[in-house]
C-alpha cells in the first residue's frame, strides 16, 4: 500500500469515532477480495535489518500478502523458557492471522548477532558462524515440531538473516 492511501485511511479513521476506529484495527486496510493471504512472516524486533526484513518478504512475493510479527528473537520468542510473555505472544498471534487471513504458511527470519539469543544463551555467536547457525537451526527445529503439533495445517519455513541482508534457508 504506498504510503498516501494509508495517510488517508488514517484520516478517515480519526473522524469515524472510537468504535467504529477499533472495528478498523481488526480490518486490513486493503486485502485480497477474500481476506485470504498466504503467510505470517515472523522477525525479530532489531532495528538493524527493519528495512532489509521487509526487502526479504518482498522477495519472496509476498508484498502486503503477509501479516507480520516482531518478537525479539523471531524463533527463539516462540519457544524459550526464558521468555514466557513472548511465547504467548506469538501463539496468540498465530491464532489471530489463522484465524483473520487464513494463512497457510509460518515463515520465520531469525538474523545473526541476535541480542534475544546472547541472552537466553549467555554466549555471543557472531565470531563462531557455524556455531551460531547450529544454534539458530535447534531452535527452528523445536518450533517447528511444536508448530507441527498445534497447527498441523500450517507449512513452516526457516530463514537466517546475515547483518548485510542477506538470507539463507535453513533446513530443519
Ligand atoms: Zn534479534
Redesign the pocket.
Known amino acids: 500500500m504506498c504510503s498516501t492511501h494509508r495517510e488517508h485511511a488514517l484520516s478517515r479513521r480519526a473522524f469515524a469515532g472510537l468504535a467504529a476506529g477499533a472495528a478498523l484495527m481488526l480490518t486490513p486496510l486493503r486485502s485480497t477480495a477474500s481476506g485470504v493471504i498466504e503467510a505470517m512472516g515472523v522477525t525479530?524486533?532489531?532495528y538493524r535489518l527493519v528495512d532489509d526484513a521487509m526487502r526479504f518478504f518482498d522477495g519472496l512475493g509476498l508484498t502486503n500478502e503477509y501479516d507480520e510479527l516482531a518478537l525479539?528473537?523471531?524463533s527463539l520468542a516462540a519457544v524459550s523458557p526464558k521468555f514466557p510473555k513472548a511465547n504467548a505472544a506469538f501463539w496468540d498471534q498465530l491464532a489471530i492471522s489463522k484465524n483473520l487471513h487464513h494463512i497457510k504458511k509460518v515463515i520465520v527470519l531469525?538474523?545473526r548477532?541476535?541480542?534475544?539469543?546472547k541472552v537466553a544463551f549467555g554466549k555471543a555467536f557472531a565470531a563462531a558462524r557455524d556455531e551460531e547457525t547450529a544454534q539458530h537451526a535447534k531452535v527452528m527445529k523445536t518450533l517447528k515440531a511444536k508448530l507441527a503439533k498445534q497447527h498441523p495445517d500450517l507449512e513452516a519455513a526457516f530463514y537466517l538473516m546475515a547483518l548485510d541482508g542477506t538470507a539463507e534457508k535453513i533446513a530443519v
Open positions: 525479530c524486533i532489531d525479539a528473537g523471531a531469525d538474523h548477532d541476535c541480542g534475544a539469543y
